[in-house]
């Protein structure tokens, strides 16, 4: 690692074992954290620092994420905190995940398949499953991560599995889950922020190969180029951009709903593509396959 990027680390590790103190009250406060040196704009401690060239975005956030996973003070309602979002707090937290869960159409029931790209430490899952009884699922670049997340789902835990969701599935180091097998497909913020606008079309195409025929789809955090706060979002999205990547995967009924707490940030909803999926069998399989995910 760069000497600069060790000393953006130790600041960071400074900030986190400091008491953090941000003005109180959603928008406002995660404007009032932007002048917090070496972190992301609007969000204060407990983020990591923004990197100081993309060729090591991959890396720095790598050990980042590591490094947060191990935090084992954290108790199990407050896991956001070991994932980038600790200036919320835990009543934040739950309602910005159930506002963006509430989009879904078809909505989760219960005993629903749920898949994460880029679950981190489960805090997301964690939160959907205090209002549903999902079977959880998911993936992420961070071993120690996946560890955390496989102790808060330990009945599920062979279902978490460490993967690039910049990769393709069946890929060395891609996230390797079963297509077609889950009726709601996430990723909360970890594809619309650490990844450049080529890797966002694999990762979708990863999206749209995960969900059942019909199956829906949230994928939050995105920004566009005017749009605040930026922070350590590598690639920011127009929104006719991001639905034209989404198409092309094979993803359909595609819209966009801003986000609370989050500025300018904003999600996308979609459904995948019915005909797409292991069921899709018959002489026009190859076909329909390919025009759901394209080339694979």
């Known amino acids: 690692m760069l000497p600069g990027l060790w000393a953006a680390e130790l600041a960071s590790v400074a900030c986190l074992r400091r008491l953090c103190s941000v003005m ?32 090591h975005t991959r890396p720095f956030l790598h050990a980042w994420f ?12 407050e896991l956001h905190r070991l994932s980038g979002w600790s200036y919320l707090s835990t009543a934040e ?16 029931r219960d005993g629903a398949f749920v898949y994460e790209l880029g679950i981190g430490a489960g805090a997301v899952l964690k939160t959907i499953s205090s209002l549903h009884r999902i079977r959880p699922a998911g993936c992420d670049f961070s071993p120690k991560a996946i560890q955390r997340a496989s102790e808060i789902f330990p009945a599920h835990a062979a279902a978490f599995r460490v993967g690039d ?4 599935l ?21 594809l619309a922020m650490y990844l450049t606008h080529s890797e966002m079309a694999v990762a979708l195409r990863n999206v749209a190969k995960l969900a059942s025929a019909g199956g829906s789809v949230a994928v939050t955090h995105f920004i566009e180029a005017d749009g605040e706060p930026k922070g350590t979002i590598v690639a920011p999205i127009s ?11 094979g993803l359909t009924n595609i819209s966009f709903h801003p ?6 940030r904003f999600m996308m909803t979609a459904r995948g593509l019915k005909g797409c999926g292991p069921w899709a069998l018959g002489r ?13």
Do not use: W
């Open 93 to 108: 937290f739950r309602s910005l995940v159930a506002d963006a869960v509430h989009r879904l159409n078809p909505p989760i």
């Open 284 to 296: 026009l399989r190859l076909k329909r396959l390919k025009t759901c995910h394209g080339k694979f």
């Open 259 to 264: 986000m609370k707490y989050q500025g300018d």
């Open 165 to 168: 969701i910049a990769l393709p």
């Open 24 to 55: 109180a009250g959603g928008t406002a406060r995660l404007a009032a954290a932007e002048g917090e040196a070496g972190h992301e704009p609007g969000t204060g401690c407990g983020q990591p620092p923004a990197p100081l060239s993309f060729e």
């Open 239 to 249: 929104r006719q951009r991001l639905r034209q990547l989404a198409s092309a995967a």
């Open 170 to 190: 069946s890929s060395k180091g891609g996230c390797a889950a079963r297509a077609g097998a889950y009726s709601h497909v996430l990723s909360f913020g970890s």
């Open 66 to 77: 590591e490094r947060e996973a191990e935090q084992r003070e954290v108790a199990r309602d």
